[in-house]
T-cell receptor, first 116, second 111 residues
């Protein structure tokens, strides 16, 4: 398996523009996670899906952020409008979850977002 | 509520020193425990995990961790660190389909 795939790897955009980050989880995994990492705030869980359904979105910063998982092999994280404080590395991870057990997460390479 | 506490935010050691990174969690039910490592400029990778059985688990690159249920702890250890162990280390706990990561410990090994 190619692992978790994220695109783009780098994104530079201007404040106010819409940004869409994409993730393809490992085939067979039923859970998908979006994280944000900055020097100041560390690693933050934004949202996670189980069987394509959002389970916990309490980490989503505000209404400018939205995430979708239309099928088991694809998810997007959208920021509209983007702001300089959104600059960070965004990681997607996938895992198997069920029967009260959450197995290890496999992380993608991340998308480095810079908003100017 | 679940929580994970990593006591040391930044640790500096010389090569060949012994390492122990603390991790304590707060959760009343059955948990699964993980340590992840993030090398500079890379994504997080699994170092080791505990689900059940022997509370002393061994991971990659000579790392091990011990689950002490009575202390709600899962400390990471390595007897002799190398310069290549310079990285950030995250403890994580899952239970009831929730996962919580600690804030991370930055480890810097002096050559």
């Amino acid at each position: 398996d190619a692992g978790v795939i994220q695109s783009p790897r780098h994104e530079v955009t201007e404040m106010g523009q819409e940004v869409t980050l994409r993730c393809k989880p490992i085939s067979g995994h039923n859970s998908l996670f979006w994280y944000r990492q900055t020097m100041m705030r560390g690693l933050e869980l934004l949202i996670y899906f189980n069987n394509n359904v959002p389970i916990d979105d309490s980490g989503m910063p505000e209404d400018r952020f939205s995430a979708k998982m239309p099928n088991a092999s694809f998810s997007t994280l959208k920021i509209q409008p983007s702001e300089p404080r959104d600059s960070a590395v965004y990681f997607c991870a996938s895992s198997l979850m069920g029967g009260g057990i959450s197995y290890e997460q496999y992380f993608g390479p991340g998308t480095r977002l810079t908003v100017t | 509520a679940q929580s994970v506490s990593q006591h040391n935010h930044h640790v500096i050691l010389s090569e060949a020193a012994s390492l122990e990174l603390g991790c304590n969690y707060s959760y009343g039910g059955t948990v699964n425990l993980f340590w992840y490592v993030q090398y500079p400029g890379q994504h997080l990778q699994l170092l080791l995990k505990y689900f059940s059985g022997d509370p002393l688990v061994k991971g990659i690159k000579g790392f091990e961790a011990e689950f002490i249920k009575s202390k709600f702890s899962f400390n990471l250890r390595k007897p002799s660190v190398q310069w290549s162990d310079t990285a950030e280390y995250f403890c994580a706990v899952t239970g009831d389909d929730k996962i919580i990561f600690g804030k991370g410990t930055r480890l810097h090994i002096l050559p």
